[in-house]
């Protein structure tokens, strides 16, 4: 059973920097990729950040410029460093790992809890 923890989050200022980590846990066929998204009330779930196995992140357009994303060498954690953060930043952040857990398994889905991110003004 794939189980997917994130770590970080917390309370800053505008301008201020919070870093979130995505880890899954189990065994695991193949990772597709893993992603960020955050939950901002009042609005739709929005994609964050996103990699896969290979190749550099990819950001939603609210953040580009500020949040950096990283994959670990052991390819088991996504790392997303947030600069320069604003009042609209403020949310629940989600990670999602889509892996295929064996050979012949379709890709699933996995989300974690989800994590707290809150900026003040």
């Known amino acids: 059973q794939v189980q997917v923890v994130e770590f970080g989050g917390g309370v800053t200022q505008s301008g201020g920097s919070l870093s979130l980590s995505c880890e899954y846990r189990g065994a695991i066929y193949e990772l597709v990729a893993m992603e960020w998204y955050r939950q901002v009330e009042g609005k739709a779930r929005e994609a964050v950040a996103q990699?896969?196995?290979?190749?550099?992140?990819t950001y939603g357009d609210p953040v580009k410029g500020r949040f950096t994303a990283s994959l670990n060498g052991a390819k088991n954690t996504f790392h997303l460093r947030m600069d320069d953060l604003k009042p609209e930043d403020t949310g629940i952040y989600y990670c999602?790992?889509?892996?295929?857990?064996?050979?012949?398994?379709?890709?699933?889905?996995?989300w974690g809890q989800g994590t707290q991110v809150t900026v003040s003004a």
């Open positions: 999602c790992v889509s892996a295929i857990e064996t050979e012949t398994a379709p890709i699933r889905e996995y």
């Open positions: 990699t896969g196995i290979i190749g550099v992140p």
